[in-house]
């Protein structure tokens, strides 16, 4: 689930910009400058053959081998790319067990590299490739594609996750203005309830979107620096941060009026329905999601940057929110090839031949936001260099699957639960931590 969320995200925006009318071309712009150790004008790596995984299909895998091909054209190298699937673990298992693994692996979140690291299946990078992250990323991007106090990986693309998308003629009809702050969004939903319309639609059904919802209040509230040892388990759910952020969920699940069909219908509403309530159904107000939900509505014949607009996720403490998920690159052979490409792909050259292409948001703090192709991408990126060193990622991709992951289980039944019964904030705390607990052995 999350990792075919996290695909929908190219695609997403792809349709959206068509939708549009501001679908750039796909013609692979020329690489420029010299960002890989194969300098500027040699083809160093004539004659290597490099094979990558990644788990995208379709006008997702057409772009990126875009990106592939102006490495071709730079260094000479022979790329092939192979398809993962949704499931890159189980892919890449049997590969790896067979001593055929490919040369570069792109991974759906950074608990894999922690995974494959303990199985000795990554190899360190290089130098070269560690400098183009230290020139490129936050020190936080780097110590997620470490394991034991070496670098294994490159975040080589982002998903937006601090969004909320609103019906624009639902907010003019209240007389609402997209709010700054949490206490500003709790008003502008009694405005909007007062109107005659539930100001949200919950996608309680798909629990992934209500660790969302907890990742940006906490991320906001409690600061990035709690936000990093939470993720860990090194604070207990029981903290008093967490109380805040889930007494702040409550103003809004709480409140029945706020809610289209009220808890117990947000609880049967999965994702993409509770989108297509909002700009196909006109039930609701406003989606609490990322920028996926491009996809959706355009699907509900809504027009996005018309009918369906978004803004930042509100702040709710000092800090504005941005979580992003992501994809992150490793390599599986000790080739100068593979380690080619990634230096390659962490550099501002490689993340701005991406940028130019739709659907793409990179985590590359000197690709400027200019590369997009069009005005939705454009802001995403901006907010996301503005954030700088607050950027966090997806916390529930960090935790161990049984926690942050399943199904019925850990983080995901408890918020469902707590969804059901808001005003239990001290019951749902301590579910948490039991379940934290026990995923954190």
């Known amino acids: 689930m999350r990792s075919a969320r996290a695909a929908a995200v190219l695609a997403g925006l792809a349709v959206a910009v068509a939708a549009c009318g501001n679908a750039p071309t796909n013609t692979a712009p020329a690489a420029t400058g010299s960002a890989s150790s194969a300098g500027a004008g040699a083809k160093t790596l004539e004659g290597v053959k490099l094979e990558v995984a990644a788990k995208w299909t379709g006008d997702e895998q057409k772009n990126f081998e875009q990106v592939l091909k102006a490495f071709s054209d730079k260094t000479g190298a022979e790329v092939t790319y192979a398809s993962t699937g949704e499931d890159t673990g189980a892919y890449l298992g049997p590969r790896i067990q067979g001593g055929s693994p490919p040369d570069v692996a792109i991974l759906p979140q950074p608990g894999l590299v922690q995974q494959y690291a303990e199985q000795s299946a990554l190899k360190p990078l290089t130098d070269a490739v560690t400098k183009q992250i230290d020139d490129n990323y936050t020190p936080y991007w780097k110590e997620l594609g470490s394991a034991d106090g070496k670098v294994y990986g490159v975040l080589v693309k982002a998903a937006h996750k601090s969004l909320v998308w609103y019906q624009a003629q639902a907010f003019e009809d209240a007389g609402v203005q997209p709010p700054a702050t949490w206490d500003d969004l709790v008003k502008a939903a009694q405005t909007i309830a007062d109107s005659g319309t539930p100001p949200f639609s919950l996608c309680g059904a798909s629990a992934w979107t209500l660790t969302d919802l907890f990742e940006n209040v906490y991320l906001s509230s409690a600061g990035p620096e709690k936000y990093d040892q939470l993720s860990k388990h090194e604070i207990p759910w029981t903290d008093p941060s967490v109380k805040t952020a889930l007494e702040k969920i409550a103003q809004i699940a709480g409140k029945k009026e706020f809610v289209a069909e009220g808890s117990s219908g947000a609880l049967q509403t999965d994702f993409p329905t509770c989108v297509t309530k909002v700009f196909g159904q006109k039930k609701a107000a406003m989606v609490i999601e990322a920028d996926f939900v491009a996809t959706p509505v355009v699907q509900a014949g809504a027009k996005v940057g018309e009918d369906a607009k978004y803004f930042p996720f509100p702040k709710a403490g000092d800090t504005a929110p941005v979580v992003l998920g992501g994809d992150v690159a490793v390599a599986m052979k000790d080739s100068p090839g593979a380690m080619a490409l990634l230096e390659f792909l962490a550099s501002k050259e490689g993340g701005e031949v991406w940028a130019k292409l739709p659907g793409y948001l990179s985590p590359n703090k000197n690709v400027s936001p200019d590369n997009y192709p069009d005005e939705l991408t454009k802001q995403l990126g901006k907010t996301i260099v503005e954030a ?26 408890v918020l469902q639960d707590f969804l059901r019964d808001p005003s239990d904030v001290k019951g749902a705390q301590e579910a948490l931590e039991a379940e934290a607990k026990k995923a954190w052995k």
Do not use: C, E, I
């Not at 161990?400 to 019925?408: E, L, V, Y």
């Open 388 to 413: 700088g060193d607050a950027v966090r990622y997806d916390m529930s991709d960090l935790a161990p699957s049984a926690f942050g992951g399943t199904d019925g289980k850990g983080q995901w039944k």
